[in-house]
């Protein structure tokens, strides 16, 4: 299982609501990664996680909180975003075999409006 | 900020012609490598290079990397309709750090 699954696949949100996204892997890959895509553009990186501790914060807002609830899921909590913050979000996970190469979900598409 | 700088920003050709994508970093390196992304959707890894190779194959892939210029090539021999996609390089400074940062992009389009 090479797969890493990301829900939902579109998400539409209000500015004062609070919304969660999912990612799962079984790869068994120690590293999991959150960034955020806006239209081309490449991906910028938002938080990294290994062994399921907040190894990386790229100096990311509070309205975006990660959580990594065992090594198999990692979440993205939004509360108050705002219109700039749609974009696509993916999530990837790595390991230290094969150079760390990542393997990326299908992302999230996210409206805030 | 970004590490990597992608030229062309946009390439056009037809079917059958190769596409060379140029990607230059700004400090040392680890590995580079490159992904794909069609339209939308996630990155696929293509091909990872480390700093001590010079050049790598895969199928109808061609990646070099020159590290005195700080610059990697990636050459897609015959490409197809099917090759049409973004294209990132991206790089890792040390062999100790998750931190994977992305170039600019090359959108591929090609022509039946």
């Not at chain 1, 509070?62 to 974009?87: G, I, K, M, T, V």
């Not at chain 2, 079917?15 to 069609?38: D, F, H, P, V």
Request: charged share 20%; net charge positive.
């Amino acid at each position: 299982d090479t797969e890493v699954t990301q829900t939902p696949k579109h998400l539409v949100m209000g500015m004062t609501n609070k919304k969660s996204l999912k990612c799962e892997q079984h790869m068994g890959h120690r590293a999991m990664y959150w960034y955020k895509q806006k239209a081309k553009k490449p991906p910028e990186l938002m938080f990294v996680y290994s062994y399921e501790k907040l190894s990386i914060n790229e100096s990311v807002p509070s309205r975006f909180s990660p959580e990594c609830p065992n090594s198999s899921l990692l979440n993205l909590h939004l509360h108050a975003l705002q219109p700039e913050d749609s974009a696509l979000y993916l999530c990837a996970s790595s390991d230290t075999d094969r150079g760390f190469r990542l393997f990326f979900g299908q992302g999230t598409r996210l409206t805030v409006v | 900020s970004q590490q990597g700088e992608e030229d062309p920003q946009a390439l056009s050709i037809q079917e059958g012609e190769n596409a060379t994508m140029n990607c230059s970093y700004k400090t040392s390196i680890n590995n580079l490598q490159w992904y794909r992304q069609n339209s939308g959707r996630g990155l696929v890894h293509l091909i990872l290079i480390r700093s001590n190779e010079r050049e790598k194959h895969s199928g109808r892939l061609r990646v070099t990397l020159d590290t005195s210029k700080k610059s990697s090539s990636l050459l897609i021999t015959a490409s197809r309709a099917a090759d049409t996609a973004s294209y990132f390089c991206a790089t890792r400074r040390s062999y100790n750090t998750d931190k994977l940062i992305f170039g600019t992009g090359t959108r591929l389009q090609v022509f039946p």
